[in-house]
């Protein structure tokens, strides 16, 4: 006590009060000691947010990636880094965001035999229980070792196609995506963003080394169920290749191949996919798939029972395949999405479609935009739709059908998705059409 009055005298603003309590003290002391001694899940529930909400963003991920489970702390380190955090696309976790917003960033910008593989390797341990979707929209190529001279011959000679070709491939996913456990979407673009003056289409190249490398990861993928390879100048061979990976797959549902090179033979291994795995979902949009092609995917339709959505916009599959298409569909019970937008149809095609109207009860939507199916063809879906409950969608814009024809066809589709909307507000629990 008289050390204490002695100090009051001393000091006249000197007050117990302002003596901070041990906790606090210890709690200062853990988070500046953080790096080399992280304590933090001995600690009770209260102490352990009072040192997150102090714990600095810059911490080495070593530290912090598989210690700190808050979400309050990775929500910091996501907006201090990202402006735009849209946290419903990562399941609603901010630390499921950043880790697979990092891992991205850092193979975009992965330089073949410049990059160190440890980046990406020693990253792993760290983000594997975290990681659920990866999304890639560019892959490097390495830098070339001395740049090409400036020849006067404006004309690309076959040196500079096997100069290119050998200073084109990427960034190998194979050792990474089959050390992700829960890994289940992977959407891949290769290209190069932004490449500005220094553009060149061998920029834009999927390797056939690129191909075997990635067919076999994803063979291992096991838990993956959303595959995405777009804008990629996809071609035959490397479908038929990848085709030939995922035909076992145990998850894949969904694949997305749309801008790419896909030919009939490429068309042919997928024909073969779809009758032997479990795909719901394939989207073929922008590829230069004929009626050869089209009646290899219509022969796989026939034979799948998991098939829901097949899209085939912008191709060339012409009568011959859209009716085969439609023949396939005659028998064909899960397809209920079919876009043939813009594939040089005509009445042959809507003559097939008017039976299949008749027939399918799965069918639920199908887009014939951009094709000439002119007064007939209209008045053959007409007809087919006489009976018919359950399509909710008919898309026949640019068709050429005629205006009276296309008004009583929308009015029969309107009437059937206003059936179907009554029906699910009278039974909420019954699974939408």
């Given at each position: 006590?008289?050390?204490?009055?002695?100090?009051?005298?001393?000091?006249?603003?000197?007050?117990?009060?302002?003596?901070?309590?041990?906790?606090?003290?210890?709690?200062?002391?853990?988070?500046?000691?953080?790096?080399?001694?992280?304590?933090?899940?001995?600690?009770?529930?209260?102490?352990?947010?009072?040192?997150?909400?102090?714990?600095?963003?810059?911490?080495?991920?070593?530290?912090?990636?598989?210690?700190?489970?808050?979400?309050?702390?990775?929500?910091?380190?996501?907006?201090?880094?990202?402006?735009?955090?849209?946290?419903?696309?990562?399941?609603?976790?901010?630390?499921?965001?950043?880790?697979?917003?990092?891992?991205?960033?850092?193979?975009?910008?992965?330089?073949?035999?410049?990059?160190?593989?440890?980046?990406?390797?020693?990253l792993i341990p760290l983000c594997k229980g975290y990681v659920r979707k990866l999304e890639i929209d560019q892959f490097l190529p390495p830098v070339r070792p001395d740049?090409?001279?400036?020849?006067?011959?404006?004309?690309?000679?076959?040196?500079?196609?096997?100069?290119?070709?050998?200073?084109?491939?990427?960034?190998?996913?194979?050792?990474?995506?089959?050390?992700?456990?829960?890994?289940?979407?992977?959407?891949?673009?290769?290209?190069?963003?932004?490449?500005?003056?220094?553009?060149?289409?061998?920029?834009?190249?999927?390797?056939?080394?690129?191909?075997?490398?990635?067919a076999a990861g994803l063979k291992m993928c096991h838990n993956l169920r959303v595959f995405k390879l777009t804008r990629s100048k996809v071609d035959d061979g490397k479908?038929?290749?990848?085709?030939?990976?995922?035909?076992?797959?145990?998850?894949?549902?969904?694949?997305?191949?749309?801008?790419?090179?896909?030919?009939?033979?490429?068309?042919?291994?997928?024909?073969?996919?779809?009758?032997?795995?479990?795909?719901?979902?394939?989207?073929?949009?922008?590829?230069?798939?004929?009626?050869?092609?089209?009646?290899?995917?219509?022969?796989?339709?026939?034979?799948?029972?998991?098939?829901?959505?097949?899209?085939?916009?912008?191709?060339?599959?012409?009568?011959?395949?859209?009716?085969?298409?439609?023949?396939?569909?005659?028998?064909?019970?899960?397809?209920?999405?079919?876009?043939?937008?813009?594939?040089?149809?005509?009445?042959?095609?809507?003559?097939?479609?008017?039976?299949?109207?008749?027939?399918?009860?799965?069918?639920?939507?199908?887009?014939?935009?951009?094709?000439?199916?002119?007064?007939?063809?209209?008045?053959?879906?007409?007809?087919?739709?006489?009976?018919?409950?359950?399509?909710?969608?008919?898309?026949?814009?640019?068709?050429?059908?005629?205006?009276?024809?296309?008004?009583?066809?929308?009015?029969?589709?309107?009437?059937?998705?206003?059936?179907?909307?009554?029906?699910?507000?009278?039974?909420?629990?019954?699974?939408?059409?």
């Amino acid at each position: 006590s008289f050390y204490t009055r002695r100090c009051i005298t001393e000091d006249p603003s000197w007050s117990l009060v302002t003596v901070p309590h041990l906790t606090e003290l210890c709690i200062q002391h853990i988070v500046h000691n953080f790096e080399k001694n992280p304590i933090l899940n001995s600690l009770l529930p209260e102490h352990q947010r009072k040192v997150v909400d102090r714990l600095s963003t810059s911490l080495p991920l070593t530290v912090t990636a598989n210690i700190v489970s808050h979400e309050d702390y990775w929500k910091r380190c996501c907006i201090e880094r990202w402006q735009v955090c849209d946290v419903s696309n990562y399941g609603d976790s901010w630390k499921r965001m950043f880790f697979e917003r990092h891992l991205e960033n850092i193979l975009k910008f992965f330089i073949p035999n410049t990059t160190d593989p440890k980046q990406v390797l020693d990253l792993i341990p760290l983000c594997k229980g975290y990681v659920r979707k990866l999304e890639i929209d560019q892959f490097l190529p390495p830098v070339r070792p001395d740049q090409k001279e400036e020849s006067n011959d404006l004309t690309d000679t076959e040196e500079d196609d096997d100069f290119s070709e050998a200073y084109t491939y990427h960034y190998d996913l194979k050792d990474l995506i089959t050390a992700l456990p829960h890994l289940e979407e992977l959407h891949l673009t290769y290209g190069v963003k932004s490449c500005g003056m220094n553009f060149e289409w061998s920029l834009f190249n999927f390797t056939e080394q690129d191909c075997s490398n990635l067919a076999a990861g994803l063979k291992m993928c096991h838990n993956l169920r959303v595959f995405k390879l777009t804008r990629s100048k996809v071609d035959d061979g490397k479908i038929k290749v990848l085709a030939r990976n995922l035909r076992d797959h145990p998850c894949l549902l969904e694949l997305d191949l749309s801008h790419n090179l896909i030919r009939d033979n490429g068309a042919q291994a997928l024909g073969k996919l779809i009758s032997h795995s479990k795909l719901v979902t394939l989207d073929l949009c922008n590829n230069q798939i004929r009626h050869l092609g089209a009646q290899a995917l219509a022969q796989g339709l026939a034979d799948s029972s998991t098939l829901t959505s097949l899209n085939l916009r912008l191709n060339f599959v012409g009568d011959k395949g859209g009716e085969a298409v439609g023949h396939a569909l005659l028998t064909n019970t899960s397809l209920k999405s079919l876009h043939l937008g813009s594939n040089n149809l005509s009445e042959p095609t809507a003559a097939v479609f008017s039976q299949v109207l008749a027939q399918n009860t799965a069918l639920r939507s199908i887009n014939f935009s951009c094709n000439h199916l002119g007064l007939d063809g209209g008045k053959h879906l007409l007809e087919g739709l006489a009976n018919n409950k359950t399509l909710t969608e008919l898309d026949l814009r640019h068709t050429e059908v005629e205006q009276e024809t296309d008004f009583l066809i929308h009015q029969i589709v309107w009437a059937n998705r206003e059936a179907v909307r009554l029906g699910s507000l009278q039974n909420p629990t019954a699974e939408p059409l």
